[in-house]
């Protein structure tokens, strides 16, 4: 989350090599912090890793004289709110190679272009001041620049792993997946931490160091909240990178949205299927005037502000104030009204082309997403514009604004557990209803099974 933040001052050390290793996601764009420690003096003493206003990652830190000053700073822009990324970097201070003392790596991949990039010249100095005692070292937070401005991380961080006085390899902490070819997280690698290394967010969210160390931390500010989203199994958010007909505002890592007031369009999501069975659910949790929201799903790309979820031949949406579903937008009654607090469950068989929808549990027009009786018949996913669904909604009020929370199977609305979570045969996703036979949450590991 965008206010929270973990923390703790480490011993009186210094240290010639060192490890840090984990996997983030990114729930918003700009400058944010990921880590790193600020001292009583913000140049002699400054450690950072923080993204820029361009979205590049920036690594700056001093030696422990705070005489010299090393950076670097990507090329590459980090902009994909869907994926887990894997970051590690390595400080090794008496390597005799200068352009290998410091060493960045993503996915396993090592960094090789950068717009700025400054190596250590020498050794003389111990330069993994990241740890040192002057001042707390920070998880989710850190100096977006020298001026001693803060950024907190809008995202999530998963398997925070640091080794003091040791260099792993990103293959101790990650490895090519076999199947897939893609590069996958190892849960439990095998490292020594040193002295003032830690293991935390390992499971779930976990801030006591679970490492060979007791080197806990703590929760500074904000709220952490568990989630079955991870690097092993991610799972939809709303997509701040497409918006230009929506706008609005993303929070709780993109899994709650408000909507601007004159924009109906609707808000996609990052994740979306061609096959296969899936449930999920939107809460409709507040709302300034009127009450309009379409929910639903899509395969076509917005052109106007003008047109909400439901106005195009492969929408399909089930409106709020009438109950009527709609597509092409050409509305039919459908089933009950809703509005603020109600729970509207969405099941997608894209096996057999159909759609349906439930409030509060129970499925509108006699539907049985098991039988597959009572549904929406919609366009086969290849016959469409994108060639996929993706989940969607929209509010239709040019003097008000709607907010949805949407549960892909984390388990919350917003930042609140579901009530009593329904049977989920699949054991993929927690929802606040029974998911029906067969289907299973919306996410990576969904799409495989």
């Known amino acids: 989350m965008a206010s929270t933040y973990l923390s703790r001052t480490p011993g009186n050390n210094y240290y010639l090599k060192a490890t840090f290793s984990f996997w983030f996601k990114r729930s918003g764009l700009g400058e944010m912090g990921l880590f790193g420690r600020k001292g009583s003096n913000n140049t002699a003493n400054l450690s950072t890793c923080h993204f820029g206003s361009t979205d590049d990652l920036l690594i700056n830190f001093r030696d422990s004289g705070g005489t010299s000053q090393y950076y670097q700073i990507t090329s590459r822009k980090f902009k994909d709110t869907n994926a887990w990324y894997h970051f590690h970097y390595i400080i090794d201070g008496d390597n005799s190679t200068q352009g290998d003392r410091s060493r960045l790596y993503i996915n396993g991949v090592r960094e090789t272009v950068f717009s700025l990039n400054n190596n250590p010249s020498s050794n003389s100095y111990q330069i993994a001041t990241f740890l040192s005692s002057d001042g707390a070292f920070t998880v989710g937070r850190a100096l977006r620049s020298q001026t001693g401005n803060f950024g907190n991380f809008n995202g999530l961080i998963s398997h925070f792993h640091c080794s003091t006085g040791y260099v792993y390899e990103p293959t101790v902490f990650g490895q090519t997946d076999a199947a897939t070819g893609e590069w996958s997280i190892k849960t439990n690698p095998t490292f020594t931490p040193g002295t003032d290394g830690f293991t935390i967010l390992k499971d779930g969210i976990t801030i006591t160091d679970q490492s060979a160390n007791s080197n806990d931390f703590s929760l500074t500010a904000g709220t952490l909240t568990k989630t079955e989203d991870n690097p092993s199994n991610i799972f939809p958010t709303f997509n701040q990178n497409n918006t230009r007909f929506v706008g609005g505002t ?30 999920w659910e939107f809460k409709c949790s507040a709302r300034t005037t009127g009450d309009y929201w379409h929910i639903g799903i899509k395969s076509a790309q917005n052109t106007a502000n003008s047109h909400h979820l439901g106005y195009y031949a492969t929408d399909y949406a089930y409106q709020s104030y009438n109950g009527n579903r709609q597509n092409n937008n050409t509305g039919v009654s459908y ?41 929406i018949t919609i366009t086969d996913p290849a016959s469409t514009p994108f060639g996929f669904y993706i989940p969607a909604f929209s509010f239709n009020d040019g003097s008000g604004n709607g907010t949805i929370q949407a549960n892909f199977g984390n388990g919350y609305f917003g930042t609140t557990a579901v009530s009593s979570a329904g049977t989920n045969a699949s054991n993929n996703g927690i929802f606040e209803y029974d998911v029906p036979a067969g289907y299973t949450a919306l996410s990576t590991k969904g799409l495989n099974l």
């Open 335 to 375: 089933g009950s009204t809703y509005g603020v607090g109600d729970i509207i469950g969405i099941a997608m068989d894209l096996d057999n082309n159909r759609l349906f929808f439930s409030k509060n549990g129970t499925w509108q027009a006699s539907g049985d997403p098991t039988s597959s009786t009572g549904a």
């Open 250 to 279: 993303g929070t709780n890592g993109n899994t709650t949205w408000q909507t601007n007031n004159s924009d109906y369009s609707s808000i996609d999501t990052t994740l979306g299927a061609s096959s296969g069975k899936y449930y």
